[in-house]
């Protein structure tokens, strides 16, 4: 079992529409969360970083972490077409630098 | 200089040759990491560097890789004898805090 699942998608929805994205793990260590979004032929760009548990915004972006159910959330609010590209999770340990990285919900937002 | 940086952006290679690709981090960043990512996957850890010293190197980093970061600026990554496995997007990430900010990557094909 990998350590970080994430549906891979394809996700496809209508310009305005609340999007949510998820990642599920395994290790209870995992204590820092980050979303990158990654356009095609790309280097992934970091959107959200959360220690911990629970709600971070930015703009129109959520970020849940639920860390009694191993379970972390991105929602984006009134969707837009350049919101179109692959979601990457990843979490990290308290300690140590390297990151599991989920692999990648692809997103669609028709005009 | 206000990104990571990585040259080159593409290079096509035929098998059995050897590939050198440069990252040039956020000047501030004393941590930078190599990754490694395929088509529809997420990125996979390679190697990570702490100014001048490698501190850590996945099992994935067969003895073809070879990586360095003299004086704690630049880094290569090079890889011997090229196979076709080989082929991936190779990420260069650089951090001062838990959250990495990645370069645009170098595409590697080798034919």
Redo the contacts between chains.
């Keep these: 079992q990998k350590e970080?699942e994430?549906d891979?998608g394809p996700l496809s929805v209508p310009e305005g529409a609340i999007v949510s994205l998820n990642c599920t793990y395994s290790n209870s260590a995992f204590q820092?969360f980050?979303w990158?979004r990654q356009y095609s032929?790309?280097?992934?760009?970091?959107l959200m970083?959360t220690?911990s548990s629970g709600n971070k915004e930015d703009g129109r972006f959520t970020a849940q972490v639920d860390k009694s159910s191993k379970y972390i959330s991105l929602f984006i609010r009134d969707s837009q077409p350049s919101d179109s590209a692959t979601y990457?999770c990843?979490m990290?340990r308290l300690t140590?630098?390297?990151?599991y990285?989920?692999?990648?919900t692809s997103l669609t937002v028709i005009p | 200089d206000t990104g990571?940086s990585?040259n080159p952006r593409h290079k096509i290679t035929k098998r059995g040759q050897n590939v050198t690709f440069r990252c040039d981090p956020i000047s501030e960043h004393n941590?930078l990491?190599w990754y490694r990512q395929t088509l529809?996957?997420?990125?996979?850890?390679l190697t990570?560097f702490q100014n001048e010293a490698q501190?850590?190197k996945?099992r994935l980093l067969s003895d073809r890789f070879s990586a360095e970061r003299p004086k704690g600026s630049f880094s290569t990554l090079e890889i011997q004898r090229t196979e076709q496995g080989d082929s991936a997007?190779y990420?260069c990430a650089s951090s001062l805090g838990?959250?990495?900010?990645?370069?645009?990557?170098t595409?590697l094909t080798v034919t």
């Design positions: 970080v994430q891979p820092y980050m990158y032929r790309k280097g992934p760009e970091l970083y220690y990457l990843a990290k140590g630098n390297q990151f990285f989920g692999t990648g | 990571v990585q941590r990491y529809g996957q997420g990125p996979e850890f990570y501190l850590e996945s997007m990420l838990p959250a990495k900010l990645f370069g645009p990557g595409r």
